[in-house]
């Protein structure tokens, strides 16, 4: 079986599109997106008709109490605790208040010049800036600082440093303005102490000490290492339970020069090199690594937007392959194709068989993340049956230690209560979400949910809560480096304030 039928003309230019966010309904977002924005070329045109294909009508979907069955079934058979029994998780009052939001001005300068070192700002700027911050050094030093000239010099020094920026990306910047507007919300300290140091508020920037690393040398470590474990983020492998690389020393050597050229955005070169891999792969007989294959082109063309390609790919997975794993990934593949062109009935099929699939591996994030978006499915037809399945893989992830996982599913249940007219529980999602990416170390997801609750809160009309909420959002926005986010929640804060 070779890739014929598979790859087609990759030269010329056309459009990409970037998958959505793990962790923002697809289905929902191409619905919002689709006449807005166009997508931008990558330069590939593999299809002349780029139309997904046909998906013949299926039988009807399991209810949730079959899917939960089956579920206990694989638990029962792996003789594991039956996770039917479901585990209470308390929802806790979240700790965020206790944190300072105080910091020193002295902190504030050190970062300011840190920024203004890492953008390598030229020397006649830098001196511009020097000026309005020596201006400042001498106000904060005083017994009793003039909090308003401390500002303006801040913002006068700030505008510089975007001004360069703007010109040096040809695009306009108001980073550093950001930054600085989101700090002058915060309790200042103006009584300069470089002692008095807020984590929070930390800006962290690379060590000038140490050499800096070779960009592709970086890049080829870090392909090599992706190529050795066959790691696919959004459904972790256990990776004891089956062989990653090929056994065949030419085998491999093709396989990972073929995922390095899709790594470094050569998607033509890649397939090229993939297909001799297959071909290599076909005449030793090793059916498992032909399905990577499969797999990895598959990849290439769902990342380009070119769907039938993608599907036509993936189905040859399903088709060679006698890995779990590596069905449980081209069936939640297939599924995400579908969602995001509103086909919610092969969408549906594809997460239930890749959830059902990642039960028999024992893969119980890759389950639950499955579930968790025919959850995501039936919030956005407005069924309240969502629910049930959110309940499922809440069930199934507490038998993990993934806090992303966790959040991930608490922050599609808030969005489904707030959708379905029950703010209260959608708070105490929410609050839940915030707990577990805060545990993931992921201040972006923090934010977001931080905001969301924010919006809730300010339904209820309390203009309070809403604008602390938006305050905690805020830190972690800063602490994410998200600037677009971080622009957002200034604005909504200003316009609360």
Partial sequence: MGLDGVYQKPYSSNFVRHRQNEES?????????????????????????RNYPSYPKQTEQPSWQETRNLIQNQALNRKRQDINQPQQTQIQENTYANRSS???????????????????????????????IELIEKQVLKDNPNIKLIKSNLKNASSLLDEYISKTLNKDSKVVENWVDALFLQQIDFKYNENDVNPQFLVKFPDDKKPAENKLTQQEKILNEEAESEIETKIPEDKSSRKIVPEDKELKSMFIKAKKLAYADEPAKAITNFEKALKRANQIGDKETASKVFYEVGKIYDDHDYYKQALKSYSLVIESTEDNFLKTKAHYSMAQ????????????????????????????????????????????MYDTNSLNYYSIAQDIAQTTDNSKVKGYISSSVANAYQKFGEPKEALKSYSNAVKYYDEAESPLKVAQNYMAASDVMLSYGNTSK????????????INADDNELLASINQKIQDLV
């Fill in 337 to 380: 194709i579908y969602d995001d062109v509103n086909q919610m009935t092969p969408a549906l099929d594809h997460y239930y068989v890749s959830a059902a699939y990642a039960g028999e591996g024992d893969n119980a994030v890759a389950q639950s993340t499955s579930l968790t978006k025919m959850g995501n499915i039936y919030t956005d």
């Fill in 25 to 49: 309904s697809p289905a929902q977002t191409q619905r919002e997106q689709q006449n807005n924005e166009p997508s931008k070329s990558k330069g590939l045109d593999y299809i002349e008709n």
């Fill in 102 to 132: 105080k910091i020193n001005i002295a902190q504030i300068l050190k970062d300011f010049k840190n920024t203004q070192a890492a953008i390598g700002t030229p020397d006649n700027i830098k001196e511009e800036v020097n000026q309005y």
């Fill in 466 to 477: 809403s604008l602390n909420l938006l305050k905690k959002a805020q830190k972690f926005a």
